[in-house]
């Protein structure tokens, strides 16, 4: 998902200046005003190499608790140029998950043919010499494919795509916000809709594509307790569930949202830790204006076992509370 910030004009023209010249080592980005802004150029010293300057220029703009992006020229051939987000634990919430977002964005807007390799850091030592041959090494182990074995694996994975029916697309939500969500998502989310006989959808995240798939899932329970027990008790989902009741004798089908984040699912990636919170709008926007969906109440809870029936009829009625008239006593006498 992307967040809807963009490149600012004085970032386009720093990072034209970075490409025009050699001599400019790196160029610091930070987001301000809802825009990615250039904070510095860095400018390398004659002969020095790119381990001294990360040393040098780098090392003391890291800060232990400051997210920030980094563009460094490291290639002397073209793409020249990687791409690193800078994302430490201790920096305030909002903060990482805007700049865990808009990396891609950053990239898109100012070319990705510049760009040769990306990194994602959350910690100094990542950006050290040592930190970045680590990340080279680790690179390095992924073994090399023949042309033959590429197109192999391309054959391979479209195969698949198309026995799972889950092409993907992407539903642009505004100018600068787009959301890819996997095609049978889509056709799950408006079958709900249209009321042709499904009362549930569930929804996950692909770390890898960053973009909304189907959770396969034939259920249709009939009451919350049974709902319960088909979401995912250790990962995050978005549920959407028409909820066939009777209340005071009234039949009702409304619709519900259920965003759930397990606790235990603390222990995963940060990155895609991130990704749960800033989806969720875009999941609830992508069901009204692809599907016709608005759901009467949404509930957000970390474990799905938190949810019950009487907490969901007491949402959707309410007891209305009925005040008394307060008699002003009678006068002595009368």
């Avoid at 010499?129 to 390095?140: E, L, N, T, V, Y």
């Avoid at 016709?292 to 009487?310: C, H, M, N, R, W």
Wanted: glycine share 6%; net charge neutral.
């Amino acid at each position: 998902m992307q967040s809807g910030i963009s490149a600012s004009r004085e970032l386009v023209s720093q990072f034209n200046d970075l490409l025009a010249s050699e001599d400019q080592f790196g160029l610091l980005i930070r987001i301000k005003s809802e825009q990615l802004q250039p904070v510095q150029l860095l400018k390398s010293s004659p002969g020095s190499s790119f381990e001294s300057n990360v040393d040098s220029l780098l090392k003391p703009h890291i800060k232990p608790n400051e997210a920030l992006y980094i563009i460094l020229r490291r290639y002397a051939s073209t793409p020249a140029l990687v791409a690193v987000t800078y994302v430490p634990d201790p920096a305030p919430v909002r903060e990482k998950m805007l700049f865990a977002s808009t990396r891609l964005t950053l990239v898109r807007d100012l070319g990705s043919e510049h760009f040769r390799d990306s990194l994602f850091a959350t910690t100094a030592e990542e950006l050290s010499p040592a930190g970045f041959k680590k990340h080279d090494a680790h690179i390095a182990l992924e073994a090399p494919l023949t042309e033959e074995e590429r197109s192999l694996g391309d054959v391979r994975r479209a195969e698949q795509e198309a026995g799972r029916g889950t092409g993907t697309r992407e539903i642009h939500l505004s100018k600068n916000l787009a959301t890819p969500i996997a095609q049978d998502a889509l056709e799950a989310l408006k079958d709900l809709g249209a009321g042709n006989g499904r009362s549930l959808v569930m929804l996950k995240i692909n770390p890898d594509s960053e973009s909304v798939e189907l959770v396969p899932d034939n259920s249709t329970p009939g009451s919350i307790p049974e709902l319960v027990r088909t979401i995912s008790p250790t990962e995050p989902r978005f549920t959407f569930y028409r909820f066939a009741h009777t209340q005071n004798g009234v039949e009702s089908s409304p619709l519900l949202f259920f965003y759930t984040c397990p606790s235990n699912f603390s222990t995963k990636a940060i990155k895609f830790r991130m990704m749960y919170p800033l989806m969720k709008r875009a999941v609830l926007t992508i069901a009204e204006k692809e599907a016709g969906l608005q759901p009467e109440k949404k509930f957000e809870v970390e474990d799905a076992s938190e949810i019950t029936e009487q907490g969901v009829l007491e949402e959707l009625h309410p007891k209305v509370e009925v005040k008394k008239t307060f008699n002003r006593p009678k006068r002595p006498g009368r």
